[in-house]
């Protein structure tokens, strides 16, 4: 394992992110706190509480796991579009660094981002609403699982991409969407019987879903689901990055 060439791609990736503060740190920061203000006052006003927890509170994990979703896919597909677009990949590629070298490092730096963005997205949460957490290892773990699985979904698409619409096409047209229906600011069971089952087939219930449990103690589906969903969609990106390098796709045309 070449660990002087994980360590410098992702010391590289980082210092990416400390050159574009505003834009990597601080805007999805700004922007999870004008949820929690106007999501948190408009509707909150209306649902004071669900399942006996103040709707505040209620609604911190999903907005975690709403930022961190968004923010993961974003770091990790930008992360290795860019190289493609300037042709530096071909110099990555004649370096003596392996195939799950480049991804560690790409996914790493990415997945690194996406949980600082989190965890100061929770710091901040303290400021505007009063929560615990009833299971705090929990609550890394399935920070930092979601954070790598997403990640890898996005080093994924910033292969397929072609061009800057493409990278954005998937998570402004079907991630965020399924974030906001996934139980971000409601619970499913506050839909219709019906509604409840269609929503079942969105696979970010499961995510945040496993998330909120963490904190709370409750959950709209068990966490054990939660949990195997997360690793299979973990499982199903890792086959999917294997055979991109195994075939070459869209890295050696």
Known sequence: ????????????????????????????????????????????????????????????????????????IANASFGIYFPKFTGTIYEIHSAPVSYIEIVMSYVGAAATKSVIVGTIILATARLFVDFGIAHPLWMVAFLVLTAVTFSLFGFIIGIWADNFEKLQVIPLLVITPLTFLGGSFYSIHMLPPFWQKVTLFNPVVYLISGFRWSFYGMSDVGVGVSLGATVGFLAACLAAVWWIFRTGYRLKS
Do not use: C, K
């Open 1 to 72: 394992m070449n660990f002087h060439a994980i360590r410098a791609i992702y010391r590289f990736e980082m210092a990416r992110t400390w050159r574009t503060l505003m834009q990597s740190i601080a805007s999805p920061v700004l922007s999870t706190s004008l949820y929690f203000v106007v999501f948190g006052s408009a509707i909150g006003s209306r649902i004071t509480e669900v399942d006996g927890i103040s709707y505040g509170a209620f609604i911190v994990p999903g907005l975690i796991m709403l930022s961190l979703l968004t923010q993961s």
